[in-house]
């Protein structure tokens, strides 16, 4: 009888080690698998966002060069062997680099147009004259009207109009003798009046604003 | 007393007479810039009056062109004006003359200083000063409305008053010519 009851316990024993075996090994399997298909899943995922975001990248118009070639790095980091994926990031690299040739070509196109303004600006404009230049014109002058804009124009080189103009009609003995002192504009209407110009200019100083505050000519010999 | 006056007045000739010894005189090259500057101006008033007569320059010039003249003259200079038609010599004072000049009832009037020179150099005074004259010859033609044409020449002679100055400019003190013309004598009209 006793060893009946234990020869029933052991297989009892048996069969409760088989049965907890095998649940056991039936666990492990199934874990492995969701595992795997828990990275399958997130690899699917990541693939579908690289594409959306492929795509939006491709789509977009807004964003510099620069910008995008951040966003497909960060792509392109993901190391995703999709070969849609793959195929998406080499036309986005083409779209990258077209853009950059279309900027350089838009800025070397903006800089000859900003070159050629430039150069019709100048033609068209008188140069920038010199005190000589505005004397020349102004004895020049068909009639009052045109001397007197040349003579408002040359003024504005003068910290005033009566910024004073010494004549030296020669020098002796070490000394300069002058003519009476006159003012720039007297002297420029004088010019003007006489339709001549006997002096040279001799000297110039300026004012801290860079404007002649003193004229000193001398007279041709 | 008289003794104590007359001593005064000898004190002032004699302070007179040396203050216009004290000026040396000019050198022949100084001379010659002084005297071409004179004569410059002269040339800008043969400018003015003929700016001043012609019909073509506009009101506001002419009248600039009489301010401009005016400051070549001595206070109170007269300028002779000689007609063909009479023997008299007019005098007006520089300004009135210019002023007549411009509103001449002719329809176009051009004048012309010609053959303009020293006949007497200029000369130091006792007071400092140098005066001379120089002599113009001025063409004047006038054609009223009708197409009548006056031409007449005129000799004038132009006393000239060069005087030494001094003036401060920005700081600094500038010795100058100061030029001044006086008066202008009518001293030969003849017609053409």
Do not use: H
């Amino acid at each position: 009888m006793k060893i009946t009851l234990s020869k029933n316990v052991f297989t009892l024993l048996l069969l409760c080690l088989i049965a907890f075996a095998s649940f056991t090994t039936t666990s492990c399997g199934n874990k492995k698998k969701l595992a795997e298909q828990q990275a399958a899943q997130e690899r699917a995922a990541k693939v579908s966002q690289a594409k959306t975001d492929l795509q939006a990248l491709l789509a977009d118009t807004n964003k510099s060069p620069e910008e995008l070639e951040r966003d497909l790095a960060r792509i392109k980091a993901m190391n995703l062997n999709d070969p849609d994926v793959i195929a998406m990031i080499k036309k986005a690299e083409e779209k990258i680099s077209k853009k950059k040739a279309d900027i350089a070509e838009a800025k070397r196109k903006a800089e000859e147009e900003a070159r050629l303004n430039a150069e019709k600006e100048a033609k068209l404009k008188p140069a920038k004259l010199t005190l000589n230049d505005y004397f020349a014109r102004i004895i020049a002058a068909p009639n009052a009207a045109e001397a007197n804009n040349y003579i408002a124009d040359a003024l504005k080189l003068f910290a005033s109009p009566e910024t004073p103009v010494l004549i030296a009609i020669g020098v002796f003995g070490g000394e300069k003798d002058y003519d009476k002192p006159t003012t720039i504009k007297k002297y420029l209407e004088y010019i003007k009046d006489q339709k001549k110009n006997l002096n040279t200019i001799d000297n110039i100083m300026y004012d801290g604003n860079g404007k002649i505050k003193e004229l000193e000519l001398m007279r041709k010999k | 007393m008289i003794k104590k006056q007359i001593c005064i007045v000898v004190f002032c000739l004699l302070a007179f007479a040396l203050s216009a010894i004290a000026q040396p005189e000019l050198s022949p090259e100084r001379k010659i810039a002084v005297d071409s500057l004179a004569l410059e101006k002269v040339k800008d008033l043969s400018k003015y009056i003929s700016m001043i007569g012609d019909k073509k320059t506009p009101f506001s010039e002419a009248n600039r062109a009489i301010d401009r003249a005016m400051e070549l003259f001595m206070e109170g200079s007269q300028m002779g004006v000689s007609a063909l038609s009479r023997k008299e010599i007019k005098y007006y004072p520089v300004r009135k003359y210019l002023q007549r000049l411009m509103a001449l009832n002719y329809q176009k009037v051009k004048i012309d200083w010609f053959n303009i020179q020293y006949i007497s150099d200029l000369q130091r005074q006792p007071d400092g000063k140098y005066v001379g004259v120089i002599t113009i010859y001025q063409k004047f033609e006038g054609i009223t409305k009708e197409g009548m044409k006056y031409v007449d020449t005129t000799k004038k002679d132009i006393t000239i008053y060069v005087e030494r100055k001094k003036t401060q400019i920005n700081g600094r003190e500038i010795g100058y010519w100061d030029v001044m013309l006086g008066d202008i004598r009518v001293s030969e009209t003849k017609k053409g």
